[in-house]
């Protein structure tokens, strides 16, 4: 098989694991969470696909589609964000909006998404989760506590510790969450901006 051919192959693995999807819109929103692990994405996720319909582009939990035994290299993540990146560019085409809850961040990585959506004369919403360290580290200890959710982040504080020193800087206009808070002033702004069109 081609690299082609299995790019496109698990392109629709993962399309057809997303379940149905939301209705087209006009002018569809790519809204991307950024944030290192344990700020709180899934959950915001989650609480934002409750108040509007978006294909959920989950990284963690596609990873496991396409990996179920992930070893969390370099090709391998390559190749995940490949597959994501082409799947979201599809959705989009076809005015499907969408929501990837993934870490995201350096800007190298954010700059492929921008220049899809950008090509596709899509709209942008960024928001960057943060939450005090402390916070993290007690919510990563709940998390290994109870291991339920199949398609939760396996990233621990050691992860969380290496990850903080790629953080860049987001040079687009973006939302600025904190988790630790109440979100629902947030959330509810968010969805303003999503059904402003």
Known sequence: MTRRSLLAEDVQKLRFSLGQLPEPRVSPPLVILSGLPGTGKSYFCSRLVEMVPLAVVASDVLRKRLFPSPCYSRDESHHLFKVCHHLIESLLEENIPVVLDATNLEERH?????????????????????VPPDVVQERMEKRFATRNDEGASEAGWNVYQRMRHTVQKIRRNHFVVDTSQDISPALNHIVREINRF
């Open 110 to 130: 954010r700059e492929k998404l921008y220049h899809i959506v950008d090509k596709i004369d899509a709209r942008l919403i960024i928001v960057r989760l943060e």
